[in-house]
């Protein structure tokens, strides 16, 4: 089947990517000229592992192209998906629904009859109707007749895991409005169900909330533990033990239990914010979600104040080694990295921050000002008075902290990942701190007045 994918971000690229390798012709849309230019030539925009592979692989074979031209793009496809960004709108909240909209009225000249038209980006309830309708408005300002349907089709891929996400995933989610529509993507995800890997189809009300549902009810989970791991902290728990121990209930899952400094990212922040505009909007307040929301915003303070705690109470003077500031490992993605609000509070404390990523650093370098980039987790210890482990990319899961330990002038280790055992680290010399395990925690033993209150 002839397909169109319009922007090439990491949902867009990743799904049209694996769309050509189910067998599909895929042709990939962005008005950005300079990454369809590297595109065009080889180059992949983005660090997603195994995507540079499989788009040469389908370059190669004459299924995938790029183009910055949407009629050229939708020419003779029966099926156009839309995967541009919904970001948070400035100011209220919402999921700014400006560039999906854009898209609609856009195609609206171009598609060609029949079309099915199918959103992937992550859109509020209501939203495929409203596409059909700007699609519509356009069709009868101008006077062209051209029937076409439309098809929300959520994305529940993760990043650094996206193409095994994409192949293997645990459902695929189709909200449809006519049997036409169901039958296109059915044909679209054949290769999928032959794999066993279920088709849900669903109204586009229903796939449009399980969207923001599913992403929700992660982020509540990441939360939840993350307030049990402060309670570990204070009466003497091991938070891995506990979420290890409630894990093992098939009821629950050990999925999404690991305690840290809070969920960040280009999707959980933003849409846990859009579902509680929407409860909002539609008198049905999602209570549970806005607190979540709250939790996590506190945590990174938290984050902050942890840090600070082991640096005496103050970050002035102090020199601090950051280990990975993307917002997971295996991605490049720093949007609502926790290292954007962790690092430039102790940049603006006044400490010298000595910042290391694998793949960070391009959009780093921008958003985090004030820092000084090193090679490796060793270069940026070299002098530190503390290490802080922010983002647990595998280099850093197995460092050979003697080393690090020599080249530091300080003690401190925060980890925020609860990477190290805490035995093994005090063992080594270090004074640690980690998430949720309070023979780790350094609060009982630093002097209370030097404390920086947590917000
Ligand atoms: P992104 O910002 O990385 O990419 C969006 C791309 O769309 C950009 O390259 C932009 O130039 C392009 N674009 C915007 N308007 C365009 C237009 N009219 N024509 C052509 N190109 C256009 O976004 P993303 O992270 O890929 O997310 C896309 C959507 O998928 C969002 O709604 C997001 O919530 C959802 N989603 C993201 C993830 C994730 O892990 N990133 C996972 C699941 C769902």
Same mark, same amino acid.
């Given at each position: 089947?002839?397909?169109?994918?319009?922007?090439?971000?990491?949902?867009?690229?990743?799904?049209?990517?694996?769309?050509?390798?189910?067998?599909?012709?895929?042709?990939?849309?962005?008005?950005?000229?300079?990454?369809? *230019?590297?595109?065009?030539?080889?180059?992949?925009?983005?660090?997603?592992?195994?995507?540079?592979?499989?788009?040469?692989?389908?370059? *190669?074979?004459?299924?995938?192209?790029?183009?910055?031209?949407?009629? +050229?793009?939708?020419?003779?496809?029966?099926?156009?998906?839309?995967?541009?960004?919904?970001?948070?709108?400035?100011?209220?909240?919402? =999921?700014?629904?400006?560039?999906?909209?854009?898209?609609?009225?856009?195609?609206?000249?171009?598609?060609?009859?029949?079309?099915?038209?199918?959103?992937?980006?992550?859109?509020?309830?209501?939203?495929?109707? *409203?596409?059909?309708?700007?699609? =519509?408005?356009?069709?009868?300002?101008?006077?062209?007749?051209?029937?076409?349907?439309?098809?929300?089709?959520?994305?529940?891929?993760? +990043?650094?895991?996206?193409?095994?996400?994409?192949?293997?995933?645990?459902?695929?989610?189709?909200?449809?409005?006519?049997?036409?529509?169901?039958?296109?993507?059915?044909?679209?995800?054949?290769?999928?169900?032959?794999?066993?890997?279920?088709?849900?189809?669903?109204?586009?009300?229903?796939?449009?909330?399980? !969207?923001?549902?599913?992403?929700?009810?992660?982020?509540? !989970?990441?939360?939840?533990?993350?307030?049990?791991?402060?309670?570990?902290?204070?009466?003497?728990?091991?938070?891995?033990?506990?979420? !290890?121990?409630?894990?093992?209930?098939?009821?629950?899952?050990?999925?999404?239990?690991?305690?840290?400094?809070?969920?960040?990212? &280009?999707?959980?922040?933003?849409?846990? &914010?859009?579902?509680? #505009?929407?409860?909002?909007?539609? &008198?049905?307040?999602?209570?549970?979600?806005?607190?979540?929301?709250?939790?996590?915003?506190? #945590?990174?303070?938290?984050?902050?104040?942890?840090?600070?705690?082991?640096?005496?109470?103050?970050?002035?003077?102090?020199?601090?080694?950051?280990?990975?500031?993307?917002? !997971?490992?295996?991605?490049?993605?720093?949007?609502?990295?926790? &290292?954007?609000?962790?690092?430039?509070?102790?940049?603006?404390?006044?400490?010298?921050?000595?910042?290391?990523?694998? +793949?960070?650093?391009?959009?780093? *370098?921008?958003?985090?000002?004030?820092?000084?980039? =090193?090679?490796?987790?060793?270069?940026?210890?070299?002098?530190?008075?503390?290490?802080?482990?922010?983002?647990?990319?595998?280099?850093?899961?197995?460092?050979?902290?003697?080393?690090l330990k020599a080249g530091m002038r300080g003690d401190g280790f925060a980890?925020?990942?609860?990477?190290?055992?805490?035995?093994?680290?005090?063992?080594?010399?270090? #004074?640690?701190?980690?998430?949720? #395990?309070?023979?780790?925690?350094?609060?009982?033993?630093?002097?209370?007045?030097?404390?920086?209150?947590?917000?």
């Amino acid at each position: 089947m002839r397909i169109a994918m319009i922007g090439t971000g990491y949902v867009g690229l990743v799904s049209g990517v694996c769309f050509s390798d189910f067998g599909h012709e895929i042709v990939c849309v962005d008005k950005l000229t300079a990454k369809v *230019e590297t595109l065009r030539a080889g180059g992949v925009p983005i660090y997603e592992p195994g995507l540079d592979e499989m788009l040469k692989r389908n370059v *190669e074979a004459g299924r995938l192209s790029f183009t910055t031209d949407l009629a +050229e793009a939708v020419k003779g496809a029966q099926a156009v998906f839309i995967a541009v960004g919904t970001p948070t709108r400035r100011g209220d909240g919402h =999921a700014d629904l400006t560039y999906v909209y854009a898209a609609a009225a856009e195609l609206a000249d171009v598609i060609d009859p029949g079309t099915v038209v199918v959103t992937k980006s992550t859109v509020p309830v209501g939203t495929n109707r *409203e596409v059909a309708r700007v699609i =519509a408005a356009r069709l009868a300002e101008t006077g062209r007749e051209c029937p076409f349907e439309v098809a929300s089709n959520p994305e529940f891929l993760r +990043e650094g895991a996206a193409i095994e996400d994409f192949m293997r995933p645990d459902r695929v989610v189709c909200g449809v409005d006519s049997e036409s529509a169901e039958q296109v993507m059915r044909e679209i995800y054949r290769p999928l169900s032959l794999r066993e890997a279920p088709v849900m189809i669903t109204s586009l009300e229903s796939a449009e909330i399980i !969207k923001y549902a599913a992403n929700a009810f992660l982020a509540t !989970k990441i939360t939840f533990i993350n307030e049990i791991a402060d309670l570990c902290e204070k009466v003497g728990g091991d938070v891995k033990a506990v979420a !290890k121990g409630i894990g093992m209930d098939g009821r629950i899952g050990s999925k999404f239990l690991h305690a840290g400094p809070g969920y960040g990212g &280009s999707c959980f922040p933003k849409d846990t &914010s859009a579902l509680a #505009r929407i409860g909002q909007d539609h &008198s049905a307040p999602m209570r549970i979600v806005e607190t979540v929301i709250d939790v996590n915003d506190r #945590r990174k303070r938290r984050m902050i104040d942890k840090v600070l705690d082991l640096l005496g109470g103050k970050a002035n003077g102090k020199k601090i080694a950051v280990l990975g500031v993307t917002f !997971k490992p295996e991605t490049d993605d720093m949007r609502d990295s926790p &290292s954007l609000t962790i690092v430039p509070a102790l940049v603006g404390g006044g400490a010298q921050v000595s910042v290391t990523d694998p +793949e960070g650093r391009k959009e780093g *370098e921008t958003l985090l000002p004030g820092v000084t980039w =090193a090679e490796d987790a060793y270069a940026a210890a070299e002098g530190a008075d503390a290490v802080v482990l922010l983002t647990e990319w595998n280099q850093f899961r197995a460092l050979d902290l003697k080393r690090l330990k020599a080249g530091m002038r300080g003690d401190g280790f925060a980890d925020l990942r609860n990477v190290y055992d805490p035995e093994d680290l005090a063992g080594l010399g270090f #004074r640690y701190v980690s998430i949720g #395990r309070a023979d780790a925690a350094p609060a009982a033993a630093a002097p209370a007045g030097e404390l920086t209150p947590s917000s």
